[in-house]
């Protein structure tokens, strides 16, 4: 019986590994949020937040959703294709820590997507998140985008890539958002 040898995944992380080295792609154990105060009040949101999980609708189709007399919120796929995961999968997330400005940023910033993946769980959505150690075993990593102007976080719709990214942009530790980060 022969092995199937490593995926694109693990082919592409050992060559990142190899030319940047291993610390680049240390990433953040998983751990108990249980005990972190999810109730932190911060300043009032005065504006909506800026997040981006869908590329932009091509200009061709542009025209065709301003004659639906409004601009829609979210555009999911075209047509009769919704990109969804499939029912019962098991959605594994990994987190960086290279990038954030501090181990603090890089933990705080886990440890939300971690609080806001238990409420997925607990309103039982048909799949279910879960945080791992490393990324080879990961459908996405939480990794820092730096700077991207007001925009809080880029996230992705469900797709056949072997990794994917969710972006948290320096604008979301500002004092305004921090506070508010598990929901975004």
């Known amino acids: 019986m022969a092995s199937e040898g490593p995926s694109t995944k693990e082919i592409l992380l050992d060559a990142v590994e190899q030319t940047i080295g291993a610390d680049l792609l240390k990433t ?4 108990d949020v249980s005990n972190v105060d999810q109730d932190v009040k911060g300043p009032a949101i005065t ?3 800026v997040c981006s ?6 200009p061709v189709f542009q025209a ?6 409004g601009l829609w919120d979210i555009v999911v796929g075209l047509k009769e294709h919704i990109p969804r995961w499939a029912p019962g999968s098991v959605i594994k997330w990994a987190a960086w820590r290279a990038g954030f400005k501090s181990q603090d940023d890089a933990d705080y910033a886990a440890q939300q997507l971690n609080i ?6 607990e309103a039982d959505v048909g799949v279910t998140f879960e945080w791992v150690p490393l990324a080879k075993d990961a ?3 939480l990794t820092n985008g730096g700077a991207n102007g007001t925009t809080l976080a ?3 719709f469900p797709n056949g890539e072997d990794l994917n990214y969710v972006f948290v942009y320096s604008y979301a530790f500002s004092q ?7 929901s975004f």
């Open 28 to 31: 953040i154990q998983p751990t």
């Open 47 to 49: 504006q909506a937040p």
């Open 53 to 58: 999980t869908q590329l932009p609708v091509p």
């Open 64 to 69: 065709a959703i301003e004659r639906n007399n």
């Open 116 to 121: 806001a993946a238990q409420k997925w769980n």
């Open 139 to 141: 459908t996405f990593v």
């Open 154 to 156: 880029r996230a992705f």
């Open 176 to 182: 305004e958002w921090k506070p508010h980060s598990k």
